[in-house]
């Protein structure tokens, strides 16, 4: 069977597109898994890298073959009835997490990077969101074609800069004296079971709609590629930042330090994956809790912004590094049965 490569690329765009969220466009997700290993970091990106070419291709083509519509009906494949319900309920206090940590970070660049209220920029994108999901969902999904280019664009413009740097390589190579250093050995692991855990819930459906092994598999490696180019191109700027783990915001204070003149360009690309990232689990989560108790849409949702208020208090750093990996360490076992279920070619699709 032939591949469809337009198809495959529109797969591979909805994969990155899904991974880089709010944690990896501050830098923040990607300096607590990564960066303040220094090298022993980079390595671990590349074994992050395979991970997510290999299994993030492998859970598209299951999810093809079962013909799963969501990733509830997946984790009920890949855990089995009783656990994978368990699961998914787990899921959704995951997502209810993540979206506390998206919101605490559109304080953060408020605080941060504005000087204005941690709690005023919480209180707008609440604001702006429930206009968005109220108003309709296209206009979200403009924004985020245009977010994601534009960061990606900027991303590899900064580490084209800090290539030019002076001792750039000795900082590539250099390995700091950290504390919890031995979580840079399961890194790789709990931040690709943490982002695969959660993607399932996008990928899964568009997975099932294109039903053709080889799109579906190439999909999943073109976007796994992209993503490791990414991680790379970011963790090789974050690196060149002395006291990298100081900062909430890190690839705002290198775009300000380096490109000064696009800083406030940069800092609206933050906030758009932000604002898009709180939007998707907003939704996410709201189609979730009616599978368990049919209420009005209105008082769900106000129940999440409610929560995740109360929740983004906390110090979106401390909020990132604390939930991040513990998730991460949770999705472990996400990232094993998949490792372990074999891909049956030998049947045919499900109708």
């Known amino acids: 069977m032939k591949t469809n490569w337009a198809a495959a690329f529109q797969i591979a765009a909805v994969y990155v597109g899904t991974v880089v969220g709010a944690g990896f466009a501050t830098g923040k997700e990607i300096v607590e898994f990564f960066s303040r290993f220094g090298f022993i970091g980079l390595v671990g990106i590349l074994m992050a890298g395979y991970i997510l070419i290999f299994l993030g291709s492998k859970l598209m083509r299951i999810a093809a073959h079962i013909d799963a519509k969501s990733y509830q009906e997946f ?6 009835k009783f656990f994978g319900t368990f699961i998914n309920i787990l899921t959704l206090f995951m997502l209810l997490g993540v979206c506390a940590v998206m919101l605490s970070g559109a304080g953060a660049i408020f605080q941060e990077q504005l000087g204005l209220s941690k709690n005023f920029g919480v209180l707008l994108t609440i604001a702006l ?12 999904f403009a924004v985020n074609t245009f977010v994601v280019p534009m960061m990606i664009a900027f991303s590899f413009m900064l580490m084209v800069i800090s290539v030019q ?8 190579l250099f390995i700091p004296y950290v504390e919890d250093g031995w979580k840079s050995v399961i890194a790789p692991f709990s931040y690709t079971a943490l982002n695969l855990g959660l993607a399932q819930a996008v990928l899964v459906p ?16 073109l976007g796994g590629i992209a993503l490791t180019t990414i991680l ?6 974050l690196v060149m930042l002395p006291s990298v783990e100081l900062y909430e915001i890190p690839m705002a204070v ?32 709201e189609r979730q809790i009616k599978n368990y108790i049919s209420i009005p849409t209105m008082i769900t949702v106000s129940f999440i912004f409610l929560i995740t208020y109360i929740v983004s208090f906390i110090d979106y750093g401390t909020l990132l590094s604390y939930l991040y990996p513990v998730f991460g360490y949770v999705s472990m076992a996400f990232l094993i049965l998949l490792w372990m279920k074999p891909i049956d070619l030998k049947s045919e699709f499900k109708k």
Do not use: C, R
Request: proline content about 1%.
């Open 165 to 172: 740097m002076p001792d750039f390589l000795g900082q590539v």
């Open 254 to 285: 290198i775009m300000k330090n380096l490109a000064s003149g696009l800083y406030w360009i940069f800092i609206f690309i933050i906030y758009g994956e932000v604002f898009t990232s709180v939007i998707g689990n907003v939704f996410g989560l």
């Open 129 to 140: 969101s429930v206009v968005v999901m109220f108003v309709g969902i296209k206009g979200l």
């Open 206 to 221: 568009v997975a099932s709609e294109i039903k053709d092994d080889q799109t579906v598999k190439w999909g999943g490696i």
């Open 232 to 237: 790379i191109s970011s963790h090789v700027t």
């Open 75 to 80: 984790n009920e494949y890949l855990y089995g």
